[in-house]
């Protein structure tokens, strides 16, 4: 069964770039599109973008269109998402998420990373 | 965008007695060419990911107990635990995979009364 295994938690400045990756243990990323959603303290989910890997196809809320990167290295079967110009309003758990379908990057997603803590702080 | 809007917004019920949240999208969810709503629910517990319990609207994931059950076409939905038990206090999530952007409902608390 795949698993998706998160980086660590961040403290960036404002201003700054931060780069949290997303690694598939015990399989691939197939045909199934990885999604990247935040969660404030106390808040909802948010979605902020999709790839599917096979065809490197990207989807991105219009919220973070500009400002994020989503990104996937097929040899070692990480996906990654940068996000730039960091604000405190961006200080979040970030999520990464398969999609439970294939080729479709909105859908049901079945399976989560543990999640990154991302602290913006002067 | 499709807005999800969920209610209650927090919900108290007694262990054993039964809870429902409804889910209301602003357009239909419903794929005409599968016949399939893209509309899921899931469970998020303190200080973890969501974990997905319902896809296409009424389809339990692999491993849900069979207390939890999703009905609903269209534009509204319902998530139903039969049951409560102890393990089921959480904040619990709609979201619908028809079209991006992918949107989620604002979240329903549940807790023990």
């Known amino acids: 069964q795949v698993q998706l295994v998160q980086s660590g938690a961040e403290v960036k400045k404002p201003g700054s770039s931060v780069k949290v990756s997303c690694k598939a243990s015990?399989?691939?990323?197939?045909?199934?599109?990885i999604n990247w959603v935040r969660q404030a303290p106390g808040q909802g989910l948010e979605w902020m973008g999709g790839i599917i890997p096979i065809v490197d196809t990207t989807n991105y809320a219009q919220k973070f269109q500009g400002r994020v990167t989503i990104t996937t290295d097929e040899s070692t079967s990480t996906a990654y998402m940068q996000l730039s110009s960091l604000t405190s309003a961006d200080t979040a758990v970030y999520y990464c998420a398969r999609a439970w379908g294939l080729l479709r990057v909105h859908d049901s997603l079945d399976i989560w990373g543990q999640g990154t803590l991302v602290t913006v702080s002067s | 965008d499709i807005v999800m809007t969920q209610s209650p917004d927090s919900l108290a019920v007694s262990l054993g007695e039964r809870a429902t949240i409804n889910c209301k999208s602003s357009q239909s969810v419903l794929y005409s060419s599968n016949n399939k709503n893209y509309l899921a629910w899931y469970q998020q517990k303190a200080g973890q990911p969501p974990k997905l319990l319902i896809y296409w609207a009424s389809t339990r994931e692999s491993g849900v107990p069979d207390r939890f059950s999703g009905s609903g076409s269209g534009t509204d939905f319902t998530l139903t635990i039969s049951s409560l038990q102890a393990e089921d206090v959480a904040v619990y999530y709609c979201q619908q995979g028809w079209s991006a952007p992918i949107t989620f409902g604002q979240g329903t608390r549940l807790e023990i009364k």
């Open positions: 015990g399989g691939t990323f197939s045909s199934h599109a």
